[in-house]
């Protein structure tokens, strides 16, 4: 039994201490990973605003899958209720998602830990204003992360797979 022992109790000290490494690692704030082109903004954007006057004016741009038409819709909003103008098939819903999760339209933090799934080929991007902030996000399915940020958005991206 001495053997086994000397043997298993430096691999489990290993083990734990790649852990605890990691776990350090993940939350340490840092710059977006390689390759992210995502800008980056350190605050939200607000839906407070004059009732009738645009508090988001978006520009949703979605695309299906390789060789698939874009599907691009306007959305403009005052606070939940959408604005005249709006062309965005589900803009009551897209502006109360907008109104209530105004995060959603930020960039993910570059050192998220994702799943590697692959959720399909959509790929969307939001760009305009939320509030006085500008916004500039994208969207796909390439990952855990994506899957997961794809849902929660899907008032204003519709729901993937399938032209709407």
Request: hydrophobic share 40%.
């Amino acid at each position: 039994m001495r053997p086994v022992r000397r043997v298993w109790i430096p691999a489990l000290l290993g083990l734990a201490s790649c852990a605890v490494a990691l776990a350090a690692c993940a939350a340490q704030p840092g710059p977006a990973g390689p390759g992210s082109s995502e800008p980056h903004t350190t605050a939200p954007p607000t839906s407070s605003g004059t009732p009738g006057e645009p508090t988001a004016e978006l520009e949703v741009v979605v695309v299906r899958g390789l060789g698939e038409p874009e599907q691009r819709w306007t959305l403009r909003c005052a606070g939940p209720a959408p604005l005249p103008g709006s062309t965005h098939p589900w803009a009551a819903d897209a502006c109360r998602l907008v109104a209530a999760r105004p995060e959603l339209l930020m960039p993910p933090p570059g050192n998220q830990l994702c799943t590697q799934q692959y959720g399909g080929p959509e790929v969307a991007t939001i760009t305009g204003t939320a509030g006085s902030v500008r916004v500039e996000r994208r969207f796909d399915r390439t990952d855990g992360c994506g899957i997961a940020a794809w849902k929660a958005a899907e008032a204003l991206l519709g729901p993937p797979g399938g032209a709407i």
